[in-house]
């Protein structure tokens, strides 16, 4: 069936703004004492929502705690160090001509996502942004991949998934929907080569454009 639209992740698959969680999760945890992460032990930890990456860090016990103190101070950080990723605006301006609906689907707080989208002007391209806490889900739920398909008007057989983690290949595993993984962001392809041997695994979003057929269009930027 032909792909008719594109649900996107966020952070490792269009855009990089690892620099400002690090230092947001850096500085929160020395707010409480704590030893600072590694910028590799933020980005391997990321992935889920905020409490899950917490957890992952600091353990259970502080980690609701954390995230209360995160909130603001990434909100203070959150552009410092952001930028696209290579093919990120040319594959939402090729959908665009083509006809492709897309949107994102990610467990950033849905406020955050939507900012970073805005800031990074990717917001004017997309159907939608769905965050953290704009539904009572989060990935790698099928009800939420569900209620983006809705939103979106297509199935799960003619919308493609694209992502950079294991979150993502569970997502759209879980309502059959195919998808393709990026080494750009949280995991490399060997690893991410270990959740299916079938899986397509590219190295960034312009290697992702032959796979759709789409328009050969001028990205104008």
Same mark, same amino acid.
């Given at each position: 069936m032909p792909i008719r639209a594109i649900l996107f992740d966020l952070d490792g698959t269009l855009?990089?703004? !690892?620099e400002? #969680?690090?230092?947001? !999760?850096?500085?929160?945890? $020395?707010?409480?004492?704590l030893p600072d992460p590694s910028y590799n032990e933020v980005k391997k930890a990321v992935g889920g929502a905020s409490e899950s990456?917490?957890? $992952?860090? #600091? *353990?259970?016990?502080?980690?609701k705690e954390a995230v209360r103190k995160l909130r603001p101070i990434f909100e203070k950080e959150m552009l410092n160090g952001l930028k696209l990723l290579p093919g990120a605006i040319?594959?939402?301006q090729k959908c665009l001509a083509g006809n492709i609906r897309t949107a994102v689907v990610t467990n950033k707080?849905?406020?955050?996502? $939507?900012?970073?989208?805005? &800031?990074?002007?990717?917001?004017?391209?997309?159907? !939608?942004?769905?965050?953290?806490?704009? =539904?009572?889900?989060? $990935?790698?739920?099928? @009800?939420? =991949?569900?209620f983006a398909l809705k939103k979106l008007g297509?199935?799960?057989?003619?919308?493609? &998934?694209?992502?950079?983690?294991? &979150?993502? &290949?569970?997502?759209?595993?879980n309502v059959s929907m195919p998808c393709?993984?990026?080494?750009? *962001?949280?995991?490399?392809s060997d690893e991410l080569s270990k959740l299916n041997r079938n899986l397509i695994i590219k190295r960034n979003l312009s290697e992702v454009l032959p796979v759709l057929n789409l328009? @050969? #269009?001028?990205?104008?930027i």
């Open positions: 855009i990089d703004q !690892f400002a #969680i690090h230092r947001a !999760f850096a500085l929160t945890l $020395k707010s409480m004492g990456t917490m957890t $992952k860090l #600091i *353990g259970q016990e502080r980690a040319e594959i939402l707080y849905g406020p955050h996502a $939507k900012a970073a989208c805005d &800031y990074l002007k990717l917001s004017e391209h997309l159907q !939608f942004v769905m965050g953290a806490d704009d =539904t009572e889900w989060k $990935k790698p739920s099928p @009800n939420l =991949t569900s297509t199935s799960s057989q003619e919308t493609l &998934y694209v992502g950079d983690s294991p &979150y993502d &290949y569970q997502t759209a595993q393709i993984l990026l080494s750009t *962001g949280t995991h490399s328009p @050969n #269009i001028e990205s104008s």
